[in-house]
């Protein structure tokens, strides 16, 4: 197919907005490209939030919850197998629905973020982190027998 003979697009169609082919008008929608601030954005769906201020506050909560989930998906026993007897055929199919689970919801955070709205891309950050601090870092950790940590080695004193 030869490209060098496709016509460039007419200024026309690209001061108004829309695209007339066979008639039919077709409005194009603006994605941004940079970061920006503003209510009025879409986040993976069409049309959603809006333009609603409530909406977008419900958008902002969301994401955090879905960054949120994805830490705690993470960081649960659940994912690394120490439930029980992680050598089960059972044990390795609930790992393998909860890493997938897990990794759908992180692909949703991203298509989120890639809307370029800051706030979208804040409280995604703010997501991961408090979950990260909660259920990854030693800060809140349970010390447990199988995972015990020490932040200074254990004394060997034979005195």
């Not at 209510?39 to 609603?52: D, I, Q, R």
């Not at 977008?56 to 120490?82: K, P």
Request: glycine fraction near 10%; proline fraction near 4%; include cysteine.
């Amino acid at each position: 197919m030869d490209h060098d003979h496709i016509p460039p697009p007419s200024s026309s169609m690209m001061n108004n907005g829309s695209m007339n082919e066979g008639g039919g008008n077709q409005e194009m929608m603006m994605m941004h490209m940079t970061f920006y601030w503003g209510k009025n954005t879409e986040v993976l769906f069409s049309g959603w939030p809006g333009t609603s201020s409530n909406m977008y506050a419900l958008c902002l909560i969301f994401v955090f919850f879905l960054a949120f989930l994805t830490q705690w998906l993470a960081h649960s026993s659940f994912l690394r197998g120490t439930t029980g007897d992680s050598a089960n055929a059972a044990s390795g199919l609930i790992q393998t629905v909860v890493y997938t689970l897990r990794t759908g919801i992180a692909y949703l955070v991203m298509l989120a973020v890639m809307s370029f709205n800051a706030g979208v891309f804040i409280a995604a950050l703010v997501g991961y982190a408090i979950g990260f601090m909660l259920f990854g870092s030693r800060t809140f950790r349970k010390t447990s027998g199988d995972r015990e940590t020490y932040e200074i080695p254990p004394s060997v004193c034979t005195c």
